[in-house]
């Protein structure tokens, strides 16, 4: 069983950043593929950023893209999902979730079902 634990949301005014952050409760940490995820009240949990197991492939709705940056580390002691987000806009409200894909894919995939786990997610407020 993976936990996931995001961390980072808040209040934030428009133009401003955030960086979101994921502790996993696993050591095998490397071989799950993550992603991002928001859901803003009254809409469908949509798909935001995801990057493969080695870090080196990265996929981004067209909304964040240029704006936000997901990254990981996966050194032995330290391992963890960041997503950096910059020019926050007030679209950009939701709650914002972690989650881990355990099937081996040579690119990470956009769509909910993929993933087996989830975190509780955090809330980013972006006012105008």
Not at 65 to 77: E, H, L, P, W
Not at 94 to 106: E, G, P, Q, S
Request: with cysteine; hydrophobic share 35%; charged share 20%.
């Amino acid at each position: 069983q993976v936990q996931l634990v995001e961390s980072g949301g808040g209040l934030v005014q428009a133009g401003g950043s955030l960086r979101l952050s994921c502790a996993a409760s696993v050591r095998t940490f490397s071989i799950y593929v993550m992603g991002w995820f928001r859901q803003a009240p009254g809409k469908e949990r949509e798909f935001v950023a995801a990057i493969s197991r080695s870090g080196d492939a990265t996929r981004y709705a067209d909304s964040v893209k240029g704006r936000f940056t997901i990254s990981r580390v996966n050194a032995k002691n330290t391992m963890s999902l960041s997503l950096q987000m910059n020019s926050l806009e007030p679209e950009d409200t939701a709650v914002y979730y972690c989650a881990a894909d355990r099937t081996v894919r040579i690119y990470p995939s956009g769509g909910s079902m993929a993933y087996d786990y989830w975190g509780q997610g955090t809330q980013v407020t972006v006012s105008s």
